[in-house]
């Protein structure tokens, strides 16, 4: 047998090897392939990246204001105000752009030329428009567009008062593709993922030019990953440098190729894009961060303005144009200048952007100015939607408050307080200034320990509540001494009493009740009696109504229920107006010593400015979500429960508080309130609380002060606590020219001896007449005979 040669031998070797080393491929394949495939099904579905999850696409709650109706006649502070409010920008030549506005003239006198903002609405669209104002008398007088077309009223945009997110505080705003500009789009792929529309989500010359790259430096500094492998690790993966976390960002990259085109994909990523913290809370896609850093919508961007962003992801901290804005705009002039080395920019618009300023707005926080009226808000929204809905969808919620209004009556609890502080000081109690309180100080008290007030104002029309103040200081104490707190309302209740007795035709506003000391058996008093006293126990003996109810006679009043209108027709008509707490039928009750709360005495007074249709009070007006699809719509609830000539009676005896009852101080400096309004004041026992609620044709509003511990006495009755308060808050609010209240048809005039009750006769004193209202064929047909 022939012996094998060496180069069979070698030949066999190689073959061997070539048959080992082949076996080893297919095992190695083999091996790769199945982890790649354990890893394919170990995968997480992509149904996350569809705009229903709320998971992935969590959007923060904006609630809003109403929208502000500006009519004729409305004075020029409160347009001043609105337009300070809404950033409206004064200019000196005819306004060219949205969002500013000339004034030629005086405020008596003079012409303003308003380019008024367009918004969306619930239900309607209004488009960015000129009008012309023409002031006189320091209101506006006519309302006409450019081609002279005039109007009654013109609305402005609602304002943004809270936004309201979990407790991760991350706020997304999601904006279609088609609204981003293609500078934008073009820098994040410029900078990020040049060849992103060549590949198939993972770029193969990407990865071997990194591969290289870290071979010959010996790092890892290059990566390689493509703006869909960055969409799949920010959404489903965590930032772990692993093979494994590459595998898998990898083949979902494929997944995401496969299920989305590469304008989908992209619009993701910009809208999920981490782009740093503003204010506290974490800013995430494009809308967002234009908002936040640049005050614009992200299609309002300039170039530089979308190079600075798209600078950001690469490390949000390092590149904050909040916290590092040299080198933030470093970054943005690298990006500017690969935009420029690809052909997204031409030279000229280089050398302009690279030349800009990085000009941050830095937008303040929303200031809460009505954080009682939010927290009211909120609650309903919590009973109303689960919390993966409230804070994930985006959604927005139109409320009925005016922040004009809420301003104001800010302001004029906080001046009220402020000087009933000083009054206090005067009765032997001594107070720091509120706001230099702070411990250490010789002094210092508890903030709880200062007096309170609360104020909330309700359209009577409609019910929406426009303002309210729940206390002096809701980081201190956020309970709602408008809507939470149950007092007395002392005097305040009395008008109730008069209502229940021209409702049923026991009285009329003329009719004489006797006013001296009296008392009525009542078992709940320790000596089986309730006797009544009147203020420095001072009796007037016989009075009208309109007497009783102008100066607030306490005897008169309580012997006018218990006597002749009875305790139960006095519960059923408060009732019937608006009061939902209990109400004790016991004799007090006539000078409201049973517990109510300032909301609802408030809107019972409402019931008496609508002429007896009575309104439930709203405060959400609208809830949409991120798509502008209406998801709650509320209607105001109305129902008549009293007569409007019954009603109008009422209205006209409580105007009389003004001009000659306890409430007369208003008119006079240093208020000079002098629209037509009605009202009454109210004071507990001891001076424990005072109240005054009173109402405009288009405004009720009610005002409480007091401590919190009842059994402390401010010391001043209602008229000189709470009605103040009430006249600042009115008359800021009351930007319409006095409007007189509405007389019914059923009404008639006469004039009345307001001594007698009787018809005006031949000799009666001109100084003690009067003009009442009647109901027609009620009125009193005797002449007064008794003057010489």
């Known amino acids: 047998m022939k012996a094998k040669s060496f180069g069979d031998y070698l030949f066999n070797l190689l073959l061997w090897i070539l048959i080992l080393g082949f076996a080893a491929a297919l095992l190695m394949m083999g091996l790769v392939g199945g982890m790649v495939l354990t890893y394919w099904r170990a995968l997480p579905g992509i149904d996350e990246l569809e705009y229903g999850s709320t998971r992935t696409w969590q959007q923060h709650l904006e609630v809003y204001s109403d929208i502000s109706r500006i009519p004729q006649g409305t004075h020029i502070s409160f347009l001043q105000n609105k337009l300070d409010r809404l950033e409206y920008e004064k200019v000196t030549r005819k306004p060219s752009t949205k969002g500013e506005y000339q004034f030629d003239g005086t405020s008596d006198l003079g012409e303003i030329q308003l380019y008024l903002r367009g918004f969306r609405y619930p239900r309607r669209v209004v488009e960015p428009h000129l009008i012309v104002l023409t002031i006189r008398r320091g ?26 997110y979990d407790e991760r505080g991350t706020t997304r705003q999601v904006v279609p593709f088609a609204r981003m500009p293609n500078h934008l789009l073009d820098a994040f792929v410029a900078i990020e993922d040049h060849r992103f529309y060549k590949h198939w989500g993972v770029d193969v010359q990407g990865v071997l030019r990194a591969l290289i790259y870290d071979i010959r430096t010996r790092s890892t500094a290059q990566g390689a990953s493509t703006l869909t492998m960055q969409l799949a690790r920010n959404v489903f993966l965590n930032y772990d440098q692993t093979l494994s976390r590459k595998i898998k960002e990898a083949l979902l990259a494929l997944k995401i190729e496969h299920r989305f085109s590469k304008d989908e994909i992209l619009e993701r990523y910009l809208n999920f894009v981490d782009l740093g913290r503003y204010g506290g809370r974490q800013v995430h896609g494009v809308q967002e961060a234009a908002q936040c850093y640049f005050g614009k919508n992200v299609w309002e961007l300039e170039l530089h303005e979308s190079a600075l962003l798209a600078g950001i992801p690469k490390s949000p901290t390092l ?11 470093q970054r943005r002039d690298v990006i500017l200048n690969v935009m420029l080395e690809r052909n997204y920019i031409s030279r000229s618009e280089y050398e302009k952007a690279v030349k800009q300023p990085v000009n941050i707005s830095y937008r303040p926080q929303v200031l809460n100015e009505a954080p009682y009226f939010l927290d ?24 009925t408050i005016d922040m004009s209004f809420q301003s104001a009556a800010n302001q004029a609890i906080h001046d009220g307080l402020s000087q009933m502080d000083q009054m206090l000081n005067e009765k032997e109690y001594q107070f720091l200034a509120y706001e230099e309180n702070a411990p250490g100080l010789p002094g210092y008290q508890d903030p709880l320990n200062y007096v309170q007030g609360a104020l909330i104002a309700i359209e009577p029309q409609t019910g929406y509540i426009r303002a309210m103040v729940g206390g002096r200081d809701y980081d201190v104490s956020p309970f709602n001494r408008a809507t939470q707190a149950l007092r007395q309302p002392g005097s305040a209740f009395k008008p109730f009493i008069l209502a229940a007795a021209y409702a049923d035709g026991i009285a009329r506003p003329s009719d004489i009740v006797i006013d001296e000391p009296w008392f009525v058996p009542d078992r709940n008093q320790p000596d089986g009696r309730w006797a009544p006293k009147n203020y420095y126990n001072r009796y007037y003996g016989p009075v009208t109504l309109r007497t009783v109810i102008e100066r607030s006679i306490n005897v008169a009043a309580s012997r006018f229920m218990n006597e002749r209108v009875g305790i139960r027709r006095t519960v059923e008509m408060a009732k019937r107006l608006g009061i939902k707490s209990k109400l004790d039928p016991y004799p007090s009750l006539a000078l409201g010593a049973s517990v109510v709360s300032l909301s609802e005495l408030t809107h019972a007074y409402a019931t008496l400015a609508a002429q007896g249709i009575r309104t439930e009070p709203v405060s959400i007006l609208y809830v949409e979500d991120a798509t502008g699809t209406l998801l709650q719509e509320f209607t105001p609830r109305r129902q008549r429960v009293l007569d409007a000539d019954v009603a109008y009676q009422l209205t006209y005896q409580l105007q009389g508080v003004f001009e000659s009852g306890t409430a007369r101080r208003l008119r006079a400096q240093p208020y000079l309130f002098r629209y037509p309004a009605a009202g009454k004041t109210g004071t507990t026992t001891e001076y424990s609380d005072a109240w005054f609620i009173g109402y405009t044709p288009n405004l009720a509003a009610g005002v409480w002060v007091g401590f919190d511990t009842p059994s402390l006495s401010i010391r001043y009755p209602g008229s000189q606590a709470a009605a103040p308060i009430w006249a600042r808050f009115m008359k800021k609010v009351s930007y319409q020219p006095g409007i007189p209240f509405d007389v019914p048809p059923g009404i008639v005039f006469r004039e009345i001896d307001k001594e007698t009750g009787l018809l005006r006769g031949p000799k009666c004193p001109s100084n003690r007449i009067i003009e009442e209202a009647f109901i027609v064929g009620n009125e009193p047909a005797q002449v007064c005979n008794v003057h010489p």
């Open 319 to 329: 590149y904050s144009p909040l916290r590092h804005p040299d080198r933030a705009r």
């Open 139 to 164: 209101r506006v007088d006519v309302i006409e567009d450019e081609d002279g077309n005039r109007f009654s009223f013109f609305e402005m945009e609602p304002e943004l008062i809270a936004e309201l």
């Open 376 to 399: 009211m808000v909120h609650r309903q929204l919590q009973q109303d939607y689960d919390a993966e809905i409230l804070y994930s969808r985006g959604l927005r919620v139109y409320t």
